[in-house]
């Protein structure tokens, strides 16, 4: 079956760094992906997706590429921001029933 | 308009107790699916709904879950016989169809 593979957290950054967070998966076919984000307190909210290979999706400042040949989704933003602190959720959806495959999701806590 | 509902938001019951938890989709969401994020094993998927048939079941971890759904809208996740390692954030998600899944807030169980 699918599966994710995220970053450990985890990560702290000081205001205005550059962030990455790596996501790698392994599926069969050509699946959807997803980066989803819970701020404290809250629930899940998709922050953005891509639907094929080398399509790119962005968000708030957040950016993400399909990259089919490296099996990829890493989660970049130039310029981080106290408000980011959240734990960040990398996704793949199942061809068919478009259930979704979750990575362990990474903490991350900006420091002003 | 309206988001996912879920109640009740908060949930405690004692060891061997049967539990209900209720999610409301968004109008018009064909499909449904519940998910559980507890702190050992992240965010997993438990139930797939399309309409009021389940045609993936595969998450379920045991025979004291069940899951319902009428009308194309309700669904009641139904955990008999609580255990403690039941405890968890239970997650319901709706989707239109070709869109993307939103989650609801989440209701939270302890079982004691």
């Known amino acids: 079956g699918n599966s994710v593979t995220q970053m450990e957290g985890p990560v702290t950054l000081s205001e205005e760094a550059f962030l990455t967070i790596n996501c790698t998966y392994t599926a069969t076919g050509y699946p959807s992906l997803f980066w989803y984000v819970q701020y404290p307190g809250e629930g899940l909210q998709l922050l953005l997706k891509?639907?094929?290979?080398?399509d790119k999706g962005s968000n708030k400042g957040f950016e993400a590429t399909y990259r089919k040949e490296t099996t990829s989704f890493h989660l970049e933003k130039g310029s981080v921001q106290v408000s980011d602190s959240a734990v960040y959720f990398c996704?793949?959806?199942?061809?068919?029933?478009?259930?979704?495959?979750f990575g362990t999701g990474t903490r991350l806590t900006i420091i002003p | 308009g309206a988001g996912v509902s879920q109640s009740p938001s908060n949930k405690v019951t004692e060891k061997g107790k049967d539990v209900e938890l209720r999610c409301d989709p968004i109008?018009?969401?064909?499909?449904l699916y519940w998910y559980r994020q507890s702190l050992g094993q992240g965010l997993e998927f438990l139930i797939y709904f399309q309409g009021n048939s389940a045609p993936d079941k595969s998450g379920l971890p045991s025979d004291r879950f069940s899951a319902e759904r009428t009308g194309g809208s309700v669904s009641t996740l139904t955990i008999q016989r609580t255990q403690q390692e039941d405890s968890a954030v239970y997650l319901c998600?709706?989707?239109?169809?070709?869109?993307?899944?939103?989650f609801g807030p989440g209701t939270r169980l302890l079982v004691l």
């Open positions: 998600a709706s989707k239109a169809f070709q869109e993307t899944q939103y």
């Open positions: 996704a793949i959806e199942d061809f068919g029933n478009e259930k979704l495959t």
């Open positions: 109008s018009g969401h064909t499909a």
């Open positions: 891509a639907t094929k290979a080398d």
